[in-house]
């Protein structure tokens, strides 16, 4: 999609969106047979002594953590009560401040628990999974206290911008499935409101948010209930309940009406309480600049740094080997350029052989077959956002089907006038093949244990994406040159969003500072720059993800090309690579020179 959107999230999105590790459990005697709206009993201290081996402590945790989230639940699994989750609380998620304060001490009792373990005993899988949960832990462990520093919300990632999408990509199986849904709405201000808390606690440390980037925040709420009537979850519910065979029109009716009620009574309010809360607490942040203004700022910056790229890199040795690389890019530009003074007009609008959505991704799943190994024989089908949600979402975009329906895959392009002139190979290659689509069905279908179902590394997942669009060029039909061209001006812009976003969000640069260096490319629009610099203000380390991501793959690459000479078979190398699926870089690096 279009970097100018500045988000590509939604893949993992359910994941980030509430996915914690810590050891909250639900309390099976306290907890109703029926499923019910609440907050869910927290275990204390909890020894976990009832698990006596890792896969069956490391099933308990994606159980525990699974349940934790409708949402996430729903879109973990079609089916819960075949992994043993039949009691669970309908709820967006608990963000309550006695379960933040709390999640020391079970980050704590988790680590424990797994120390427990003769780690020579394990198989190979349960070593790569033992190395990934001890990674995370201690590094959520080392930051916990940075809570006040986190924020789920945000003008394009945050839940605000989209818990929309999610809810309005809710999957109707069955029926419950649909009371399910009509009673989370039902949670969504309960939610808000522990949200808000945490802000007022922002508020009052000194560490609220922008007032540039709350106005984004309170524009984009606006938008969204400007027209309670006729709000997008209404129609895109109806469309839902409409295609449902196995209910009578009196039912369809009927949920309908309880729906349109509960956007009215439930979720309209819960927005309108955000607007009304960011609104009285604007100004009270004294920070205008990104992270490296405020206290401590810096500190956190580096875990957002690790935890969105895997990388283990320093923040300074990353962005050395980013201006590396951008050079390295220039100069191959220029040199292309300069012997072919057509490029620059055809990177303004490349004609690509092909246009049509099922054409590509067919071209693209027989092109790869010579670099990337088989995938598992899976469907998948391309469908047009609803037209209600074309203004409030990226360009396309795939989510992750559960992982007991792995079959069930979609991608969806946005067919707003506003994206018609969108490249849509490589971002079909991004979202498909051998994009996310292939690898996340490529690493299901590896059986990986359960736990690492709800662990996140978007620098994997979205490096990978990365990496394969960059490929995906050599596969087009477009004209050897203009298709290195391209590759090369997408590093391009890639590397100079992560230097500003290191810039802002590091050094402190202020707005006077970013435009000076976007000068030094170039881009010297009043708008573009602020938008750039809101953008990283707003939501830092997000776009490292993509590149940083991408360019550990590439190192990745290189050192075993180097190491194997003519023995480097590039189709081995994907397979390693999608055979040890999401993990930190440095676990994948020992893995690969085993």
Known sequence: MKKKNFSRYLLCLFMVLVFTLSGCSLNKEETPEETTTGKPVVSVNNDYSEYTTFKDFTEFMFKENAAKSTLNLHYT???????????????????????????????????????????????????????????????????????????????????????PVLLAEYKFGNETDVKNYIALLGTLEDYFKDLIVLENLKSENGLFMSDSCADSIISQCQEFISEPESNYLIGVFDEKIDSMNDLDDAAKANYKEQNKNAVLSSVIPAYETLINSL??????????????????????????????????????????????????????????????????????????????????????????????????????????VNKSLEDNISPAFYLTPPIDAIKDNVIYINGSEKYSTMNLYPTLAHEG????????????????????????YPGYVEGWATYVEMISYDYSGLESDLALALKLNSSYSLAIYCLVDIGVNYYAWDLDATAKFLSGYSITEEETI???????????????????????????????????????????????????GPAPFSIIAERLNQ
């Open 77 to 163: 699994l079609s089916d819960p009560s075949k992994y043993g989750i039949d009691d669970y609380i309908i709820q967006i998620a608990d963000a309550s401040l006695e379960l933040i304060k709390q999640q020391e001490q079970d980050l704590a009792n988790y680590i424990s628990k797994l120390k427990s373990f003769d780690y020579n005993s394990l198989s190979e899988e349960e070593k790569l999974t033992y190395d990934m949960l001890i990674y995370d832990l201690e590094l959520e462990q080392d930051y916990s206290d940075f809570y006040l520093y986190n924020s789920a919300l945000s003008p394009t990632i945050g839940d605000n911008a989209q818990l």
């Open 279 to 384: 609104s009285s607490l604007k100004g009270s942040g004294i920070n205008a600049s990104g992270l490296a203004g405020l206290e401590n700022g810096k500190e956190y910056y580096k875990y957002l740094v690790s935890t969105n790229t895997g990388s283990s890199k320093s923040v300074e040795e990353i962005e050395s080997i980013i201006k590396s690389q951008l050079g390295s890019d220039l100069r191959d530009i220029i040199s292309l350029t300069a012997t072919n003074s057509n490029l620059f007009d055809e990177l303004e609008n490349p004609k690509f052989t092909l246009s049509d959505p099922i054409e590509i991704l067919e071209d693209l799943q027989e092109k790869i077959k010579a670099d990337f190994p088989e995938g598992p024989e899976t469907t998948y089908e391309v469908k047009y």
């Open 530 to 580: 602020k938008e750039i610099f809101n953008a990283m203000v707003a939501e830092p380390a997000n776009y490292l993800s993509y590149y940083v991501g991408y360019l550990e793959f590439m190192e990745l690459r290189n050192y075993s090309m180097e190491t194997l000479g003519d023995d480097f078979d590039l189709k081995e190398f994907h397979k390693q690579i999608l055979e040890i």
């Open 433 to 456: 093949y051998p994009g996310h689509l292939y690898q996340v069905t490529y690493f299901s279908n590896t059986e990986p244990m359960l736990v690492r179902n709800i662990l996140n």
